[in-house]
C-alpha cells in the first residue's frame, strides 16, 4: 500500500447537498507520501495530528496539527509524513 488513506465524508441527503463543498477525512502513516495532486478546485487542509513536509508549488513546507493550509488551483500538492505518529488530515473542497 502507499501509506495512505482517504474516506470521503458524505455531504449528500436524498440527491440534496448539505453543503456547497466536499470534505474528506485522510491519514498518512510515518515514512509515507502522498501521491502529487493537481486539480481546478480550491482546497484546504485543517492538520489535526502529526507533521510533515508539504511540497505546494514544489516549495517545501513544514505542517503541523492545527495547522490550516489552502491550495490555489491547479497549482501541485503533495504530503510527506517524516515525522513519528500517523498524520490525520481534513480536506474540504469546492469550485471557484
Same mark, same amino acid.
Given at each position: 500500500?502507499? &501509506? +495512505?488513506?482517504?474516506?470521503?465524508?458524505?455531504?449528500?441527503?436524498? *440527491?440534496?447537498?448539505?453543503?456547497?463543498?466536499?470534505?474528506?477525512? %485522510?491519514?498518512? !502513516?510515518?515514512?509515507?507520501?502522498?501521491? *502529487?495532486?493537481?486539480?481546478?478546485?480550491? *482546497?484546504?487542509? +485543517?492538520?489535526? !495530528?502529526?507533521?510533515?513536509?508539504?511540497?505546494?508549488?514544489?516549495?517545501?513546507?513544514?505542517?503541523?496539527?492545527?495547522?490550516? $493550509?489552502? %491550495?490555489?488551483?491547479? /497549482?501541485?500538492?503533495?504530503? /510527506?509524513?517524516?515525522?513519528?505518529?500517523? +498524520? $490525520? $488530515?481534513?480536506?474540504?473542497?469546492?469550485? &471557484?
Amino acid at each position: 500500500g502507499t &501509506g +495512505m488513506r482517504v474516506t470521503e465524508i458524505d455531504l449528500t441527503r436524498a *440527491e440534496t447537498p448539505l453543503a456547497p463543498f466536499r470534505a474528506s477525512r %485522510f491519514t498518512v !502513516e510515518p515514512h509515507s507520501i502522498t501521491p *502529487e495532486d493537481s486539480h481546478e478546485v480550491h *482546497e484546504i487542509w +485543517m492538520i489535526a !495530528e502529526g507533521e510533515g513536509e508539504l511540497l505546494y508549488d514544489h516549495q517545501p513546507l513544514r505542517v503541523r496539527a492545527s495547522d490550516v $493550509v489552502y %491550495f490555489e488551483p491547479p /497549482k501541485p500538492h503533495q504530503l /510527506k509524513n517524516d515525522g513519528a505518529q500517523t +498524520m $490525520v $488530515v481534513y480536506s474540504v473542497w469546492w469550485r &471557484g
